[in-house]
């Protein structure tokens, strides 16, 4: 049976930049367990500094033609309803990109399909167990109803936030409620003058972002605390986009018509940080979830997959320590996510009665 240096639990930009930066750089033999019934992926908006993790990843005129539009900037309704802007111009990257998140994910599977990767589609992963020699053995189930088995070295969880592994990188804590409703919008306008960039709308029960998107396609989503509302996710969303004057004006401007109906999954912080198996770790939203106002979380998953991958290397030739200096480098990046969190959070001083708010307040 063939022995893979590391063997990747996921599907999405963190478990195929896993793959790319395994095989591609570093020559690892690499299998990706990836289910068949995998969940329509959230999150659109990359800022500037997404462009250096995506120039080592993937073709960059193909990234620009194919999957994104540029974007200049942000307009930003918080603290007060006048409005300020962001301007990407003069950082050190340039443009943001609002993204085809579907495009962009299956360029990352071609690309690491190209590298190398073995990517196995599976029903459902049936057991992961450390055998004797110390290989992880991982048992899972084709659609076909066929069980089969592989062997590894090492092991990387890059499942998402909803598919725990509890017993492989410990139990997850949950650090608030944060739910998003969001829809797309199909005939946005192709006008040079259509304002693409995002915009942030804070409410008394939460807040929206909207952000135009490759192929005529307007997102629009509200954040807010599961519980708050009751009722068909259609419902809420309608009756909440009364209140954010700005969005709805937006989505009216551009006369646009809905492609699909309002969804609902969870967006909220969590984390499984501190009790992974000797020999596994996690990337992405395995290793901890972010909220949407931080507007990192592909960037996280892309730059994780790079420092991961070098870990695991680092670790197979011998490095006891280099897992566990990656887990280190991931509690400090946590704890400074959460400072900045409340920080922006804070910044919201209306609406002090408000549970959502409340809850929020430093």
């Not at 009216?252 to 909220?268: F, M, P, Q, Y």
């Not at 939203?285 to 070098?310: C, H, K």
Request: proline share 2%; aromatic share 10%; glycine share 8%.
């Amino acid at each position: 049976m063939v022995v893979y240096d590391v063997a990747v639990l996921g599907g999405g930009v963190a478990a195929m930049s896993t793959a790319i930066n395994a095989c591609a750089s570093l020559k690892l033999r690499t299998a990706v367990i990836q289910k068949t019934s995998k969940d329509v992926s959230v999150g659109e908006i990359l800022p500037p500094a997404a462009s250096a993790e995506i120039k080592l990843l993937l073709n960059w005129e193909q990234f620009t033609t194919k999957c994104a539009l540029r974007s200049p900037g942000a307009r930003i309704y918080w603290g007060d309803e006048n409005g300020f802007d962001v301007d990407y111009m003069f950082g050190a990257y340039g443009d943001g990109w609002n993204i085809d998140r579907t495009h962009f994910e299956a360029s990352l599977r071609a690309r690491a399909e190209a590298s190398g990767a073995d990517i196995k589609e599976v029903f459902k992963v049936q057991s992961i167990l450390k055998a004797i020699d110390g290989n992880w053995k991982i048992q899972f189930q084709r659609r076909s109803g066929k069980s089969t088995s592989l062997q590894a070295r090492t092991l990387v969880v890059a499942a998402g936030a909803r598919r725990t592994f509890s017993d492989l990188i410990g139990p997850r804590e949950k650090h608030d409620s944060l739910v998003a409703y969001y829809r797309h919008y199909s005939g946005a306008s192709t006008s040079q003058n259509e304002d693409v960039r995002l915009w942030l709308e804070s409410t008394e029960f939460g807040w929206w972002y909207s952000a135009k998107l490759p192929q005529n396609r307007l997102v629009v989503a509200f954040l807010t605390d599961a519980g708050l509302f009751k009722g068909h996710p259609e419902t809420v969303f309608e009756s909440c986009l009364t209140s954010a004057k700005l969005t709805k004006r937006r989505i009216d401007d551009a006369k646009v018509a809905k492609i699909n109906e309002t969804r609902l999954c969870v967006a909220g912080t969590s984390s499984s940080i501190s009790n992974w198996s000797h020999g596994v770790l996690a990337i992405g939203d395995s290793a901890f979830s972010t909220d949407p106002l931080r507007g990192t979380g592909i960037i996280r998953a892309m730059r994780q997959a790079r420092l991961g991958s070098a870990a695991v290397f680092e670790h197979l030739n011998g490095d006891r320590l280099a897992l566990e200096r990656y887990k280190n480098i991931l509690s400090a990046e946590f704890a400074d996510y959460q400072k900045y969190l409340a920080a922006q959070y804070s910044r919201e001083k209306r609406w002090q009665e408000s549970a959502f708010w409340k809850s929020r307040r430093i």
